[in-house]
């Protein structure tokens, strides 16, 4: 038996796929006064957190009802995750916009998967694997034809790239898979180097996911906000505080606090209203939205801000 945060968190992803059956209601009972304190009582969370509120309308949904493009373009498959699918699907919209605009076409997995990032935190190391390898099989001809997956969220990008292939060191698509896998200005800089991304001249405050610096590096969000014109600094060389799920844990709150305050959430206060404050991991911005009430952008948002 684990603690009550664990099942809530590490399993995050069947949570949030119930809830998208009727979000309102969801809402509703993590949001007013009096049953958000049970909520957050139930799931082990701190009663300062507040917990995130499911979108409306989830990215999938909103996928399958766009107006599809009838020209012919080449392929990618952009990753919704269950952070960008359930709680802020305007990042993926976003993406979706850039790559159309980068001249591809945007397709999605088959059916709704997960790359299990929550539950290695917890030791849900069976389900993770089970998660991966139904992965591996839905994806086999996407993989096999070498189609890029462009992944939003950097905590998922990392699985693709470190824990996927340590748990199938003999699969030879889990080989291929890591190595089709990209974050939005990866793929930018490598595969659509002719994209002319459009400028925005604006000051902005970034915050690298842990994930992010550490096994992707920086490089080439670095480089695309260059070439973009903005002017930017990273305060924070470490750890924003909130660690995936490890700040939304009621016995870790001061801790997680502590830290975001070191350098991050006192540099976001300080930053002019007219400043951006880019950040692409979720628990990244949900710890500079809690803490400062700024709201952060994915790069993606901040590329279709300028395009139009």
């Keep these: 038996m684990r603690p009550r945060s664990a099942y809530a968190f590490a399993h995050i992803d069947r949570w949030a796929r119930l809830a998208s059956f009727a979000p309102w209601l969801v809402n509703l009972g993590t949001q007013l006064p009096g049953l958000r304190s049970v909520a957050k009582w139930a799931a082990g969370m701190p009663q300062q957190r507040r917990i995130p509120k499911f979108a409306s ?61 929550p539950l290695y935190d917890f030791g849900f190391l069976d389900r993770a694997k089970r998660l991966l390898s139904d992965t591996l099989d839905t994806l086999a001809s996407e993989i096999e034809a070498g189609v890029p ?15 996927l292939l340590n748990l199938f060191p003999q699969d030879p698509r889990a080989r291929k898979l890591s190595q089709q896998v990209y974050l939005l200005s990866e793929f930018l800089e490598q595969k659509a180097p002719d994209f002319p991304l459009p400028k925005l001249n604006r000051r902005a ?16 969000e670095e ?63 949900e710890q500079i939205s809690q803490g400062t009430g700024r709201e952060p952008l994915h790069l993606a948002q901040v590329i279709r801000m300028s395009l139009k």
């Excluded at 991050?264 to 400043?275: S, Y």
């Design 57 to 117: 309308q989830t990215f999938r949904s909103w996928f399958s009802r766009r107006e599809q493009s009838v020209r012919k373009a080449p392929q990618v498959l952009l990753w919704p995750d269950t952070f960008n699918n359930y709680f802020l699907p305007q990042t993926a919209k976003a993406a979706v916009e850039v790559l159309s605009q980068a001249g591809f076409e945007v397709t999605l997995p088959p059916k709704v998967l997960c790359c299990g990032r």
């Design 205 to 220: 405050v970034v915050q690298g996911h842990c994930h992010h610096k550490s096994v992707m590096k920086m490089t080439a």
């Design 149 to 163: 997956v462009i992944v939003l969220e950097p905590s998922c990008a990392a699985v693709f790239r470190d824990e």
């Design 223 to 285: 480089s695309v906000m260059r070439r973009m014109g903005i002017d930017f600094q990273a305060p924070a060389s470490g750890c924003c505080g909130m660690a995936g799920s490890f700040g939304f844990e009621h016995d870790r709150y001061e801790v997680s606090m502590a830290i975001g305050e070191q350098q991050l959430l006192p540099a976001v206060r300080q930053a002019p209203e007219d400043w951006l404050i880019i950040a692409d991991g979720f628990s990244c911005r």
